[in-house]
């Protein structure tokens, strides 16, 4: 049998908790850093703007490193990637809490993107090979229920740890868990993997690290510079050029380092579309409501925390419900639902005030977090499921790059919106204050804060409303042969997909 398609007669479930356990600690070491962004701000001296590179330099790393992560899981076992993973994972969080300045935090981060740029892809496509297309949805709900308690845990910790111990405490708790699970990784792993034949074209790789790399760089400096900046619409113009030639390259190429040819796939291509569309609106959620309720309403980061855990247990509620609903009713009417609640929810964001109660924030965020959850897995698997298994690297490894690059520039265009509103509604207050507007400074910075984050999340609604269209022309899929026109290489195809047996 031809190892692209090979499978055991059932999952094996210890690589897979050994997975999602490094997974999830993974995820929940994003969660714990956003509601902390504030206080890291006030210690290191820095701006929204730039505090902001934390998130978007995180995905500017794993723009770049996703792409390879295909011929990764071609090249090399689960259990050589994940000791790789959790290694870079370990050393960026243990960096990270060393820092005093934000340079080496954001090397600490960098490092940390590193690894889970291997983790997650390598996750996704483990779960596509263990279960048959009808059981995919049960079982990714179920992976969604794992990784979606972490953003249930992780604000309200976060919140408990920055307002007794100061922010870096997150990553010293981190820290010895991470260990413990790269040892267990080490004693329990011993999946085989055949000797493949395949070779990673450099200029590729270059280009790629140019290409996603000077667009994430581009938009994400955007905040702190302005477009009208040289650096970003140069390297947003190098990185654009950079992906067309990396494209037209994987096209020419018999064994491409990521192929594009699975947009080939018309629900594959949807898919991608989607969510790349919903990530932008979703990091106004992920990124201002921490700012709104700290900054502007005073409340504090264990209460800020709290605000958020609602939402993040109605979406692990919801995770394992919404992939047997997939594997019943199919994708469209789960992502239509689902979109229309968050374009509504979003809207709703947009009108924030100085006294917009506690209660109210909460029952928002969380019917947000619910309609959010409808979406994201079932549309993912819908436009997975499309794929022949020889192409589940490529389209793991795409679609998670999509989401680094799609949340990076949703990121940068939120924030500078933001800050852009802001300092124009500024002026407008003070004039409306007149002669006493001097002595009103700080109210003149909180009512312009505030005009600038429901600009934002207005724009964001609008965002949403594309992904809801696109929503309607969603189709149930199941695998197809290959329309992607490729050379016969003999043993070269072997290894396409990791073969999880045990020694």
């Known amino acids: 049998m031809n190892s692209t398609t090979q499978k055991t007669s059932g999952p094996n479930y210890g690589i897979l908790a ?87 935090l954001l090397a600490g981060r960098m490092l940390q993107a590193s690894g889970t740029a291997i983790m997650m892809p390598l996750l996704m496509n483990v779960m596509l090979v263990s279960f048959p297309v009808e059981k995919r949805g049960a079982a990714m709900g179920v992976f969604g229920l794992i990784l979606m308690a972490a953003p249930a845990i992780g604000p309200t910790l976060s919140g408990w740890i920055v307002e007794r111990y100061e922010w870096r405490m997150l990553f010293h708790f981190v820290t010895p868990i991470a260990a413990l699970i790269l040892l ?64 037209m390259r994987q096209r020419k190429q018999e064994r ?36 709104y309720v700290q900054t502007i309403r005073g409340i504090s980061p264990m209460d800020a925390g709290l605000l958020m855990l609602p939402g993040a247990l109605v979406m692990a509620f919801m995770s394992p419900i919404t992939g047997r609903l997939f594997d019943k009713f199919g994708g469209r009417i789960l992502a239509v639902t689902g979109l229309a609640i968050t374009v509504v929810t979003t809207y709703l964001f947009g009108k924030l005030s100085l006294d917009s109660t506690y209660t109210y924030l909460v029952i928002l965020n969380s019917v947000r977090m619910f309609g959010i959850s409808m979406v994201m897995m079932p549309v993912s698997t819908n436009g997975l499921n499309q794929l022949p298994a020889k192409f589940y690297p490529h389209g793991t490894a795409m679609n998670n790059t999509l989401n680094q690059v799609s949340g990076a520039i949703g990121t940068a265009l939120l924030v500078t919106l933001m800050s852009n509103r802001s300092e124009s509604a500024a002026t407008d207050i003070a004039k409306s204050y007149g002669a006493s507007g001097v002595d009103m400074k700080q109210q003149i910075m909180l009512e312009s804060m505030l005009e600038g984050i429901n600009f934002a999340f207005y724009i964001a609604s609008i965002i949403a409303v594309v992904a809801l269209v696109l929503a309607f022309f969603i189709k149930r899929s199941t695998p197809q042969d290959s329309p992607i026109e490729t050379k016969p290489s003999g043993d070269n195809d072997k290894g396409v997909v990791p073969t999880l047996v045990e020694n």
């Open 18 to 104: 050994v997975l999602m356990v490094g997974a999830f600690i993974a995820f929940l070491n994003n969660t714990l850093l956003n509601i902390a962004l504030p206080s890291i701000m006030i210690d290191l001296k820095i701006e929204t703007a730039t505090v902001q590179w934390l998130t978007t330099g995180f995905m500017l790393v794993n723009g770049i490193m996703i792409p390879t992560t295909a011929f990764l899981i071609q090249k090399y076992s689960v259990r050589k990637l994940f000791i790789a993973a959790m290694t870079l994972f370990t050393i960026g969080t243990i960096v990270a809490g060393m820092s005093h300045v934000f340079p080496l």
């Open 184 to 247: 267990l990784g080490i004693v329990l792993l011993k999946d085989k993997k055949e000797k493949v034949n395949i070779r990673l074209d450099i200029l590729s790789l270059l280009l790629s690290s140019v290409g996603f790399g000077g667009i994430l760089y581009g938009f994400s400096s955007a905040g702190n510079k302005g477009w009208d900046s040289p650096l970003v619409y140069g390297t947003i113009i190098i990185g654009a050029v950079s992906l067309v030639t990396f494209i």
């Open 256 to 291: 491409p380092m990521l192929n594009f040819g699975i947009f080939k796939y018309p629900m594959f291509a949807l898919s991608s579309s989607i969510t790349m569309v919903l990530n932008m609106a979703m990091f106004s959620g992920m990124l201002l409501l921490p700012i």
